[in-house]
Structure formats: structure tokens, C-alpha cells
């Protein structure tokens, strides 16, 4: 074999090789960038006349929808340039919302969304502002703060969290202690629901600026003394339910008492909760009438059998009883699958002369509801 023929072989295969190595660049770069596209995603977009985009990158999926926003069907999303996946739906009414995605079946949050609803599995949230803004939306007042505690509980046999909301200006040393507010959240939630998707501080500040509530401190505890992985074992809610009436009388309100400026009056006590924790305020603030002057229960998972036996003893003094409740507050949604043990609960208290105020909204098992009852639970208490 010549020279020249050696040489043009190794020209052939040093080209080549430059060939691979720029496809190789080329391939690369396009997914550097792909990479750096898919991260700079705007997800969820809320457009000014109510609308949201959502987007998400998955390039190997074959179908991808939305879904689990209130008031929406799942809706199918459209596969665009580098596997980016988008749909615009609405408007949308001004409120706070979830939603997750289902690619291929399986559902994941929004990576590109920092605002999450913690439940036994997560969501993502977006809010579509009101104008004028809703009465839960942060706006321009002056704002309390919320704390958040650990404290050791000596029935539940654990640390558990709690948060505290005090109200602007708040006054440890004020000759006047604190009214306050026992804020409980539903089975699937921890202590972070009332303020994180509640808006409980927020809504407070809010009707706190327009003079629509007194100054209160809120205490939001963490509603499982009994470990939670165990909730799906026989008479769990009922344990837990008896185990928090212990946590809250001998070691949460001793802590809250020691730690604020509250007042101990029961005129200046109110307790209240949504799902679960509806039900646990109406155990807790009934059988604890020296402690709790307000009850509130939404959407509750109320008592609707041997109604006598759990609470025939308020009968036994009806005119103390009532004299006792300065407010007995029970609220659900005509579309919520518990209104029916609501119900059955109101006519119990009705038939036997305790004094109540029921409210039949419109709405299901939702935030939605929850927090405008809350709005209107706030309104009415500390009042007398």
C-alpha cells in the first residue's frame, strides 16, 4: 500500500471521528439547553383576566392532564417543542386552588411550583387575587405573626407541633389577657393547614383592619396524639379522638398558658374545627363547658349515633347547659358528604332543647367553604 494511501485512510478516519465528535456536541448542547428550557418553565401562569397556563417537561410521556382543581374536569394537556406540555384553562373565580398532574397515569406535583398543599399526599396551589382582594388574601394591614412550637406531651407520650398566631401589636405584658381560639385541622392535615392553606393569620389580620373581630390569639395544634401510620387500624379516629381530648386538656393549653397572655375565663375560650377536627371541638368543647364557652364545628365529622349515652348528660341541667354556651356553631355544605351526620347531630340538639345555630351553605368538602366559615365563626365569638 502507498504512502498516499495510507495517509488518505487516516485522513478518512480522523474526519470521521471530528463528525462524531460534533454530533455529539451538537446532541449535548441541545439537551443542555433542552435541560435549561425544561427549568425555566413559568408554571402555573396566572393570567390578569383569570385564566392559569400550566406546564410541565416530560418528554416521554404519552398523555399528561390537569386535574383536582375545584370546579374543573380533568383536562387533557398539549405536547409542544422538547416534550414541554401546556393547557390554559378558565377564568377562573378568584380563590385559592389545588391541582396536580397525571402523567401516564401517575400523579406528580408541579416542580416548578414552590407552593404546596401537604395532605396525606401533596398538592400544588395557585390563587387566582380578587379585586377588591378576598378577605384570606394578603393585603396591605398590619399583620400578626405565627409561631411555630414543639412541645412534649405527656399523654400522647411524643413531641408534637403546634402554631400560634398573636395578633398585630400583640402585648405579653397587657393588663387584659387574650381571648383565644383552639383551631383544629382535618384528618389528612398536620398543624401547618389552617395557616398555610386556611389563611387563618391572614384572614384575622384582614377583619382585624376593618374592626370585624376583637384582638385573639389562635393555637393550631397537630390533631393525631395517636400515630398517624396507625390510621387505617380498627376505631383509630375514635382513639384519636379520646387521646386529643388528653393532649388539649393536660398539655397543650398548659403550655399555651404558660408561653402567652391569655385569658383562662371560659367566656374567653373558643374552640373549633373543620372534618375531624369539627368533631373533636364538639367532644372536647361540650364535654369541657367549664373550659369553652364557643364551640364551631365544619363540615364536621359529627357524632350521629347513641347521641343519649355521649351526651345525655347535658340534659340533665338544660338551663345550665345553655346558660354555659355562649355559641354552639355547627356549619356544612349542602354537596359534602357528611351533611347527613350533621343533620341527624342538629336534630338531636334540637329535639332535646340545646341551643345551637346551624348554618346549610352551599359548597362540599372543600377549603373553599372552610374558610369562609371561619370568616364568619370569627365575627361571632368573644362578643357577649
Known amino acids: 500500500m502507498s504512502r498516499w494511501g495510507n495517509s488518505t485512510c487516516l485522513w478518512s478516519a480522523a474526519g470521521h471521528a471530528m463528525r462524531i465528535l460534533a454530533a455529539v456536541t451538537v446532541i449535548v448542547g441541545v439537551s443542555l439547553w433542552a435541560a435549561e428550557s425544561a427549568a425555566q418553565l413559568v408554571s402555573p401562569e396566572v393570567h390578569p383576566d383569570g385564566r392559569v397556563t400550566f406546564r410541565v417537561h416530560a418528554p416521554r410521556a404519552d398523555s399528561v392532564f390537569v386535574k383536582g382543581i375545584e370546579g374543573l374536569d380533568r383536562t387533557a394537556m398539549v405536547r409542544g417543542q422538547q416534550g414541554v406540555w401546556s393547557v390554559t384553562v378558565g377564568p377562573l373565580q378568584p380563590e385559592l386552588y389545588s391541582y396536580v398532574f397525571e402523567v401516564d397515569g401517575a400523579d406528580v406535583v408541579d416542580r416548578h411550583n414552590r407552593d404546596l398543599k401537604s395532605w396525606f399526599f401533596l398538592e ?24 411555630h ?13 403546634v402554631y400560634v398566631y398573636t395578633p398585630p401589636g400583640y402585648d405579653s405584658g397587657r393588663e387584659d389577657a387574650y381571648p383565644t381560639l383552639l383551631l383544629l385541622h382535618g384528618f389528612g392535615d398536620d398543624e401547618g393547614a389552617w395557616p398555610g392553606v386556611g389563611r387563618a393569620n391572614f384572614i384575622a389580620d384582614n377583619l382585624l383592619d376593618r374592626g370585624l373581630i376583637v384582638p385573639m ?49 371560659r367566656g374567653d375560650r373558643a374552640i373549633a374545627g373543620l372534618s375531624m377536627g369539627g368533631g373533636q371541638s364538639i367532644h372536647i368543647g361540650l364535654n369541657h363547658l367549664d373550659s369553652f364557652a364557643w364551640i364551631g364545628a365544619f363540615s364536621a365529622a359529627a357524632p350521629f349515633e347513641n347521641l343519649d349515652e355521649r351526651f345525655g348528660f347535658l340534659t340533665e341541667d338544660l338551663e345550665q347547659t345553655n346558660e354555659d ?8 355544605g349542602r354537596d359534602d358528604f357528611l351533611v347527613d351526620h350533621n343533620e341527624t347531630f342538629r336534630f338531636w ?7 345551637n345555630t346551624f348554618r ?3 359548597g362540599a368538602h372543600t377549603w373553599f367553604v372552610w374558610r369562609a366559615y371561619l370568616v364568619e365563626f370569627l365575627q361571632a365569638i368573644f362578643r357577649s
Do not use: K
Not at 387500624?233 to 397543650?252: G, P, Q, S
Open 217 to 265: 390569639v389562635i393555637v393550631m395544634p397537630y390533631g393525631h396524639p395517636e400515630p398517624v401510620e396507625m390510621r387505617l387500624t380498627e376505631d383509630y379516629r375514635r382513639r384519636n379522638e379520646v387521646a386529643m381530648v388528653r393532649d388539649v386538656m393536660e398539655d397543650l393549653l398548659p403550655v399555651v398558658d404558660e408561653r402567652y397572655n391569655i385569658s383562662d375565663e
Open 124 to 147: 400544588s396551589l395557585f390563587e387566582i387575587p380578587g379585586d377588591p382582594p378576598r378577605i384570606h388574601e394578603q393585603q396591605l394591614v398590619p399583620h400578626g405573626s405565627v409561631t
Open 360 to 362: 346549610l351553605t352551599d
Open 149 to 161: 412550637h414543639i412541645y412534649y406531651s405527656q399523654s400522647a407520650g411524643r413531641e408534637r407541633g
Open 325 to 332: 354556651l355562649e355559641l354552639l356553631w355547627i356549619a356544612c
Open 349 to 355: 340538639l334540637d329535639e332535646n332543647g340545646i341551643a
